[in-house]
Nanobody, 116 residues
Framework: QVQLVESGGGLVQPGGSLRLSCATS????????MGWYRQAPGKQRELVATITSRGATNFADSVKGRFVISRDNAGTTMYLQMNSLKFEDTAVYYCNAMTIAFVDYWGQGTQVTVSS
C-alpha cells in the first residue's frame, strides 16, 4: 500500500505559478516511478509529468518548458512546479505512484484553477 496526499492547489491568474506537493508513505526510491496526472471537466485524465526512482523525468508536450517535476532527497515528497500557467491548465491534479509490480496508487486530487 502507498498513501499519497497532495497539497498546494488553488486559484492563480494566467501567467502565474503554483507548486504542488505530494507526500508519500513510501519513498520513491522503492517505487518504479511517481507522477502527476490531471483531469479537466468533461475530459479524460491525462499524464502531466513523471519521475523515476533514478530521477529520469518525462513531460506532456503541453507543459514542457513550463512545469518542473522533482523530489526531495529522501524521496518521500514529490513536487510539481508550475510556471506560466494557462487557462487550459485548470484541472484536478492527481499524484500517482507505480510500484515495481506495476500497481498504481492515487491521491485524492487537488484543484488548480487558472482564472483572471
Amino acid at each position: 500500500q502507498v498513501q499519497l496526499v497532495e497539497s498546494g492547489g488553488g486559484l492563480v491568474q494566467p501567467g502565474g505559478s503554483l507548486r504542488l506537493s505530494c507526500a508519500t508513505s513510501r519513498s520513491i526510491l522503492t517505487l518504479a516511478r511517481m507522477g502527476w496526472y490531471r483531469q479537466a471537466p468533461g475530459k479524460q485524465r491525462e499524464l502531466v509529468a513523471t519521475i523515476t526512482s533514478r530521477g529520469a523525468t518525462n513531460f506532456a508536450d503541453s507543459v514542457k518548458g513550463r512545469f518542473v517535476i522533482s523530489r526531495d532527497n529522501a524521496g518521500t515528497t514529490m513536487y510539481l512546479q508550475m510556471n506560466s500557467l494557462k487557462f487550459e491548465d485548470t484541472a484536478v491534479y492527481y499524484c500517482n505512484a507505480m510500484t515495481i509490480a506495476f500497481v498504481d496508487y492515487w491521491g485524492q486530487g487537488t484543484q488548480v484553477t487558472v482564472s483572471s
